[in-house]
């Protein structure tokens, strides 16, 4: 939450921009804001504990003070998609910057058509937001698949890796934007089998990760090409991305 | 506007002069190593050398430079960092170092504003200095620059016997010559003597870069075989990325003694293998052919890409401090022969 | 000289075989005084391959810079041997990697060329500055042979040699599976005298000329990466938790990156001078590296790299090592 009132008023952001959260005296890390903004008196981030500045984190209490500039990078098209069809393809912690779409779609439900959720994780323990899941899974007019890799006791739903069940779920590319993010072997993978699907370049939607400094473009070290990914991303199309020489 | 001629017994007037209003930064020997430095006394500048070793990027592009400082506690502090308005003077920069400069404006100011180089970009003003004895590796006229250019730089002295030929180039060269009243205008001799001075230092460049349709070309080769071959020998050193008068890299570190801390912002090298180290692991550039081909294709494609300009001012710097002769010269005549 | 005819004959041998990814030496540089690495695969590069005074570079570094990526399905690793060819003091950094078991012996196939002394680049490029056109060397007796585009100069060897080839106490790689020309009968023994009467000088005067060098380190790590027993996966400075050395670069930064460095190599450093070769700043790195050697060789009469059996110095112990240093 902003300390101050001014700044959370004027803090505006669409869902797939990110923010940099500093913790004072261990370091930055860039984000994806994992809430919608249609919650107007928070903003959410979500941190997997790998590091140095994620376990300083993961240790901070209620109250503690963080920095937060932004919002970075561009956004998820929610005004283009407006009146389609959309098919979210998550995978693991992936799903933090789906997250705010999701949200931010469900929570404007009528401008949207048909909703399908595909989400996967390594195993249940591995599953992130399930409180949420179970929500959505009640909502009739929202489609939920959850996978995940191995056969688990208890589990009576997909087993198998994410691009699997997505040939499974078959949703059809009429009038559809299909938006995935994940591990980058699994974008790869679901991005062939949405072509297979019958989804054209402009209609795949990812959203990528890259180690980061600066979040403005100026430290160089996020390109993929001459795209950098804190700037003229996180949010590409497979249409841009098909062409672009680099490494991802 | 207007050439002018300065005569060289002159010199150590005219920077006694601006000192008492500008910063000088100018070419000093470090046991020998030419390094642009802050001087007190003009008698510390050496005049007879063919390029610095470091670039004085490093006068506006600080190699360590604090962002702000703060303090911990249950209420942090954090306290800006104020930016000064005094002016300085880079005297003796090389054309080509001069328009590394006009290169980096564009990441440091385009979209967003970095103040810690904008400032001093603004407050600095270039005396340049023509090359009357370019290096071996020097290749400045391939890169669309010229050892006596005058075009990215405010003044230039061009040394043509007893007297400086003294170019202005705008409004800021302008400004601080007129503080100064030890100039005359430039006789049509003295014009003649730069042209000689220039055709002379052209003349003496060897080695030139064919930059025709690199862009295009490196389009087409990303997978090709030679990257690895070239990359084989490549130590990933960084002596190249930090020499180089337009490399931009830099890492940003929160650094703390107790409670009392500041972030930093330090240069950092590409070719560094951790340098896009994600945290989960995953390392789109892995391999030392990855990090070579990107350091290529960065100069001499993406960024022409995004700005229209070749990341490359021809200094040769590069080539004369690889420690296993990887040359950026051979490098792109290898990219023009290939077959796509 | 050596002869460049049975240099590329036996080289070629090698790279004819099945369990060699390819042979590293040396060709012609793109201009002046430069020579460069050659990675040779076939007889095409092989004819490339030269020996000279110029071949400064110590290629041991190569062999610890392979890495090691994620293979596809199926794929198997590349478990060929890599050629490698030495000069006295370059067997001596493979000796020391092979006794630290950073490599196998098994990895390798050693050519070795016994050493007459390579150019300092730094003296020849005074003496003949501005050589765009790459230049032939050839020894002659006491002198070196120099063919510039203005023609043919003889030179004493004596000047323009690298100050650790004037007292090399080992000509002849220590290993080899192949020697090309005869071993050298060398009676230098290593100097300490400049060492020496640096420790003499008292100690604000020590400080005031290390930290005159270390002022202008802009810490590209050069000296690290071209050191072939710099091979450490992960650098102490790369390190963030916990961080040893800060990434500012500033005086006290600089001395502690370089003084820990020295130190790391302690016992390793078989002085073969690339690190002062690479360094941009011009610090003189040998001057910490021989401290440490000269202390290594007093206190326990130990000489890295000299045989593949021993064991490091700092992982072993004998009981009649010094003890007065500890209370």
């Not at chain 1, 069809?85 to 933090?96: M, R, S, T, W």
Request: hydrophobic letters at 35%; glycine letters at 6%; one cysteine or more.
């Amino acid at each position: 939450m902003f300390q101050d009132d001014k700044i959370k008023n004027d803090f505006s952001y669409l869902p797939g921009q990110c923010v940099m959260v500093s913790h004072l005296g261990f370091g930055e890390c860039f984000f994806a804001v994992s809430s919608s903004p249609t919650k107007k008196e928070y903003i959410e981030v979500s941190v997997m504990r790998l590091g140095k500045v994620t376990k300083a984190l993961h240790e901070c209490e209620e109250g503690d003070v963080l920095g937060v500039r932004g919002p970075y990078g561009n956004n998820f098209d929610v005004k283009g998609w407006m009146g389609k069809n959309l098919v979210f393809i998550g995978g693991g912690i992936g799903q933090a910057p789906l997250r705010s779409l999701i949200n931010y779609v469900v929570d404007n439900r009528k401008k949207y058509d048909k909703l399908d959720v595909i989400y996967g994780a390594r195993s249940t323990k591995d599953l992130c937001f399930k409180p949420e899941f179970e929500k959505l899974e009640k909502r009739k007019d929202v489609n939920v698949h959850l996978s995940i890799d191995k056969k688990e006791k208890g589990w009576s739903k997909f087993v198998g890796f994410v691009p699997d069940n997505l040939l499974k779920v078959k949703p059809s590319p009429k009038n559809t934007a299909a938006i995935t993010c994940g591990p980058p072997v699994m974008i790869k993978f679901v991005i062939q089998n949405l072509l297979k699907l019958g989804f054209s370049a402009d209609q795949i939607f990812t959203t990528l990760e890259m180690r980061m400094k600066c979040g403005i473009g100026k430290c160089g070290r996020c390109n993929i090409g001459n795209l950098y990914v804190c700037k003229d991303g996180p949010v590409f199309s497979y249409d841009q991305l098909k062409n672009l020489i680099g490494e991802m | 506007m207007e050439d002018l001629t300065l005569p060289k017994n002159k010199l150590t007037e005219f920077i006694k002069k601006i000192q008492l209003d500008y910063t000088i930064f100018a070419p000093t020997s470090n046991d020998g190593i030419i390094l642009y430095k802050q001087i007190k006394n003009p008698s510390e500048i050496i005049l007879d050398f063919c390029n610095s070793r470091v670039p004085p990027k490093s006068l506006l592009f600080k190699q360590t430079e604090t962002m702000f400082r703060f303090k911990l506690g249950v209420k942090a502090e954090i306290s800006q960092i104020e930016f000064s308005n005094s002016k300085s003077v880079i005297f003796g920069i090389r054309p080509c170092d001069a328009k590394s400069f006009s290169i980096l404006d564009h990441v440091f100011e385009d979209d967003s504003i970095d103040p810690y180089y904008v400032t001093k970009r603004k407050n600095t003003t270039l005396i340049g200095l023509s090359c009357t004895q370019p290096g071996v590796n020097c290749f400045c006229t391939s890169m669309d620059g010229g050892p006596t250019n005058p075009d990215d730089v405010d003044i230039l002295f061009t040394n043509i016997g007893e007297k400086y030929f003294v170019e202005i180039n705008n409004e800021k060269g302008k400004n601080l010559i007129n503080k100064v009243s030890l100039f005359s205008k430039a006789t049509t001799d003295d014009k003649k003597k730069k042209q000689q001075v220039e055709e002379k230092s052209k003349g003496a460049i060897t080695r030139n870069m064919k930059t025709k349709g690199v862009k295009e070309k490196l389009d087409k080769i990303f997978e090709n075989e030679i990257w690895k071959k070239i990359s084989l020998k490549c130590l990933s050193c960084g002596i190249c990325t930090y020499q180089c008068p337009t490399c931009h890299c830099f890492d940003i570190q929160d650094e703390l003694t107790l409670t009392n801390g500041a972030r930093i912002r330090v240069w950092d090298t590409c070719m560094n293998p951790e340098y896009t180290l994600h945290a989960s692991g995953h390392n789109p550039r892995p391999a030392r052919m990855n990090r070579t081909r990107n350091r290529v294709y960065h100069k001499f494609n993406y960024y022409p890409k995004n700005y229209s300009v070749i990341a490359c001012v021809g200094c040769g710097r590069c080539i004369n401090d690889c420690p296993v002769n990887i040359d950026i010269i051979d490098i792109i005549d290898q990219v023009k022969e290939v077959k796509a | 000289m050596v002869d460049q005819n049975k240099l590329r004959e036996e080289i070629n041998k090698i790279v004819a075989r099945d369990n060699v990814k390819y042979v590293i030496g040396w060709e012609k540089g793109t201009y002046g005084f430069q020579v460069t690495p050659l990675f040779a695969t076939c007889s095409e590069d092989v004819d490339k391959l030269i020996f000279n005074p110029l071949c400064i570079h110590n290629l041991a570094v190569f062999p610890m810079l392979g890495e090691k990526l994620p293979l596809r399905n199926g794929a198997k690793e590349d478990t060929r041997k890599i050629g490698l060819i030495v000069k006295g003091c370059d067997s001596r950094a493979i000796v020391q990697i092979i006794q630290e078991k950073g490599l196998d012996r098994d990895d390798l196939v050693i050519i070795g060329i016994p050493c007459t002394g390579v150019i300092d680049p730094k003296k020849i490029n005074e003496r003949f500055p501005n050589q765009t056109k790459t230049v032939d060397v050839e020894e002659d007796g006491k002198n070196f042979i120099i063919k510039t585009d203005e023609g043919k100069h003889k030179v004493p060897k004596e000047k323009f040699l690298m100050n650790k080839c004037k007292s090399c106490e080992f000509p002849n790689p220590i290993i080899y599976d192949v020697l090309i020309g005869k071993e050298i009968k060398s009676a230098k023994k290593p100097d300490y005298k400049e060492t020496t009467s640096f420790e003499k000088k008292k100690l604000e005067d020590k400080w005031d000329y290390w930290e005159k060098q270390f002022e202008r380190c802009i810490r590209c790590y050069a000296c690290r990466n071209v050191c072939p027993l710099c091979y450490c996966n992960e650098c102490m400075v790369d390190q963030l938790n916990p961080q040893w050395v800060r990434r500012s670069v500033n005086i006290s930064e600089n001395t502690a990156w370089n003084i820990m460095r020295a130190f790391h190599l302690a016992g390793r450093c078989v002085d073969c001078g690339e690190c002062e070769r690479a360094c941009p700043a011009g610090i003189p790195l040998t001057e910490l590296n021989k401290k440490l050697e000269k202390d290594v060789l007093e206190l326990f009469d130990y000489k890295p790299g000299i045989n593949v059996e021993e064991k490091p110095l700092l992982s072993m112990f004998k009981p009649d090592d010094p003890e007065d240093f500890i209370l």
